[in-house]
């Protein structure tokens, strides 16, 4: 059925409708059927209700005939009173007799059993009259014609009764064979009407039942976990229809659930997984810083023992070095401290370059513009120092000309810039590329950096800020120098 | 859904209702034709309770005849009857209607006291006191005579045959068989009126006489009285047990005929009597045809039979009619037996 034709009756409404129908339906049937030969039957009473009259005009008849009999024996009063009796009832039901001129047998017959009657009536009633005038001769000349026609009558009376009895037998059988055709008719209705209600109160109730079954059919595979299930369709507005469309919007509101679920999950898990990352980078650039210095506190602290024999021996700029170096291994074995202020990573700078330049006899020309405004931001350790020391390494160490390298910190949109930018020999696209993808390997051998390579840099970046755009490498081509952008964050 | 363990699938439920809706439809069908049926069948029932429409007639008049069972009389009363149904006039047979056996005085009284307008009745004065067609006359009902009269006073009309035609129908068949010094025998029943059958001999004698001047005929006149049951048969067969039958025979009247005719055979007499007989009946049509009867004269039953209807609406209507009204009488012999063989056989 169409969405147009929803049926919008109600449950209740329909097992009523449903049972109801059916009963109101046998009902009136039954009550028509009934109706129908209680008025059959009443006219079969009628059949032979002619015959009964007829006998009853008989019996009258013969009355009217005893009593005057009677008078004319007796001449009592009491005799006389009963004759006129009986003569007025007589006169009376012959009164009711057909007086038509119809062309039928019995009509016919009717007509002349009046006619006699009513002449019988006059000549009883001559002989009465006579008898009580004392005209002997009269009144017994009237008696034996009136006998006469008694007889004529009566004869009269009974053929006529013969008669209509075989008529009426005629209808009776006539009548009782429709009885019985009704019957048999009442019987046929009967038996399709009850096969028909009984197909209809299936029907019905499957129909009612029909998205029940459906519906806990679902309901079963929902609780069984399956929410696959197709969802059902809604084909009336009843209270089944009602619990269906609730069960579909809880089915899609579970699904909506348990999607949302799953991607809070997967994020929840990336960020586990990223912290991991990022503490086990640390561990290994300490752990690599670790195994370029055999032992870092020995170093440190030797390192300032020189210090200290410098300072007693008056060699100023030596002891002044070696602090600088024991500064320099102390940022780094600092232990706890992953996340430090952009001015902590530029002092570590100073201290580098300072040992480089003592080591290169003050070759690196390092210069620094720096918004003072955005040190304060937070960035992991370790991070621009190897930048730094990758520019020397690789880009400014074997060149001829004069060596340059500019930090610089300026504000940029959303973000802090970080720029290292030397002179050197540059790099080309390929290069940057596979750099800035982690995919770039150098032999470590080859060069004496602390260990703490690019690409360590990189990640940790990445996973500290939750992108992949924090660090940018531009270089111009071969000898046109490298700058190494570092894209921070303003908030942490 | 399940039918008796069987599961057959509905698809959706739409179908279910739709079915439903079905099943619901074919109810009211069915309720309906019932319904039509039902009443149809009813007033089949109650048409036949239902007073019926019926014709109307303007007079009734009552025929009573010495035997209605007889064909002659059964033809006369149809006829009457055809040509009163087409004028509006109800002939009655009496005795038909009342289940008893009345005399025709009886039936005569019965009828006056009924109240009818015409009588048709065989004339018979021994048996109908003359008061009856008085009292007849005086309750205005018109009595008209058939076949056999009564005294012209007391009736309005006779139709029949007067003895001079019949005695000439037979003489005209009797002569050419004739021998000299023969007798013949004349059988009648006491219906008739004395002076009738009088009349008839002598019209009959002077008939045959004068076809054969000088022959010395001899008459032998019976006339059965009837009053006793099967008394015609039983004169017959004494007739032929004391063998006093005549070579020349003529029956008078139908009854008379069939049991001489009947006689004749058992007592093996065929080819030694010559039967003339009286009226056309099957059987004494086949014995024409057998040879066994030579002729009959008949009476036209159905031209009586309308002529006493006409009389009697003539009479009613003008106040006069014909005293006399004569009926067809033909001759029936082995010449043209077949030809009313055929018509009966079509009857």
Redesign the interface.
Known sequence: ?SKKLK?TLSLRKKMILAFC??AI?LF??NM??YF?TA??ID?LD??FASNTSLNELSDCLDRVQSATTGYLDTKTSDALEQYYTYEQDYNNMVMTLSS??????N???E??IR??SL??LELTNQAIESKRGGNVEKYKSNYDEAT??HG?IS??I??LN?KQFVNNSM?YA??MS??Q??EQ?NL??LI??GV??L??V???A??IT??LIKLSNSANRVSKGDFDIELLTV??NDEVGVVTNAFNKMVISIREYIVKLRESMEVERRLKENELIMENHIKDAELRYLQAQINPHFLFNTLNAGAQLSMMEGAERTSNYLQRVADFFRYNIKKNKDIVTLKEEIELVDIYIYIINVRFAGEILFTKEIDESLLDVKIPRMIIQPIVENSINYGVRNVDWAKKIKLSVYSLEDYICVSIKDNGIGMDSKTIEEILEGGYTRDPSKSDSNGVGLDNCIERLNIFYERDDVLDIISEGKNKGTETILYLSKTD | MKFGGRKIKVKGNSALAIAAGVAVAFMFIATIVSVVIYKNRMEQASELLREAEYKQYDSYVVMISSDDESDFWKQVYEAAKEYGDENRVYVDLLSQSVDDDYSRAELMEMAIASGCDGIFIEGDSTEIPQELFQKAKKADISVITLETDVDPADRVSFIGVNSYTIANLYAKSIVPDLSENTTVMIIGNSTAEDSNNTSLINNLQEAISSEMPGEKIEFDLRIIEDDEQFATEEYIQNLFMNNQVAPFVICLDEDTTTSFYQAMIDYNKVGQIHLYGNYKTPTILTGIQHGVIKSTVSIDAESMGSAATKAFIEYRDTGYVSDYINVDTQIIDMSNVAEYLEEGSHE
Not at chain 1, 100 to 105: A, G, H, R
Request: proline fraction near 3%; charge should be positive.
């Open positions: 059925m049926v129908t059916p339906l009136l049937v028509m059927l129908g008025r059959m006219s009628a059949v038509t001129n119809d062309v039928n047998e009509r016919v017959m007509k002349n006619n006699m002449n019988y006469r026609l004529y004869k009269s009974n053929s013969n209808s006539a009548m429709a009885l055709t009704l008719l046929f209705t399709i009407i028909a209600n197909s209809f299936v029907l019905i499957s129909t029909e998205p084909h009336s």
